[in-house]
């Protein structure tokens, strides 16, 4: 007999588990937090799904949420205060100035926080990467797909 006249299961299918970072899971304070409450969260929504019984609706949080609690425990919370002020390290707020003299302002922090259109870059992309361990007056080489930049130093600080 053919698939098409058998009755389907009424379960959802399993879902491939979300993909962890090769990185390490650096974290601002503030990024751990973050975390901690898209858990709470998407824990509450959990519940309120296993409760209406939305068995596909469920299985997709039930993932989401051992995604989070697995980032939650591998997070390495860096101290700004212990960063070394005169270096751009995990946490700085970076000033920068491209050749035409604008000015851009760039904080570096978790993969997880990372939100180009709020001024926060991952510590691995490829701006981070240029910046870390300059100095102010330095010139970093920012490699993009649309081309490479050059970007002078201006200005170095450690959110408290």
Request: glycine residues 4%; negative net charge.
């Amino acid at each position: 007999m053919s698939r098409a006249f058998t009755k389907e299961s009424d379960a959802p299918e399993a879902l491939p588990e979300r993909t962890l970072s090769e990185h390490r899971n650096y974290v601002t304070a503030s990024g751990l937090a973050q975390l901690r409450a898209r858990a709470t969260t998407v824990r509450n929504e959990l519940q309120a799904a296993q409760t209406r019984a939305d068995a596909a609706v469920a299985l997709v949080l039930a993932r989401d949420l051992r995604w989070l609690d697995t980032r939650i425990a591998a997070a390495i919370v860096v101290n700004p205060a212990a960063q070394p002020p005169e270096r751009v390290a995990f946490g700085a707020v970076v000033t920068v100035e491209d050749a035409a003299g604008a000015t851009q302002r760039w904080q570096i922090v978790g993969e997880d926080e990372a939100d180009a259109s709020a001024g926060k870059v991952s510590w691995v992309s490829p701006l981070a990467r240029a910046l870390l361990d300059a100095q102010v007056g330095d010139e970093v080489t920012w490699r993009r797909p649309a081309g490479a930049q050059t970007l002078t130093v201006t200005h170095i600080e450690y959110p408290r």
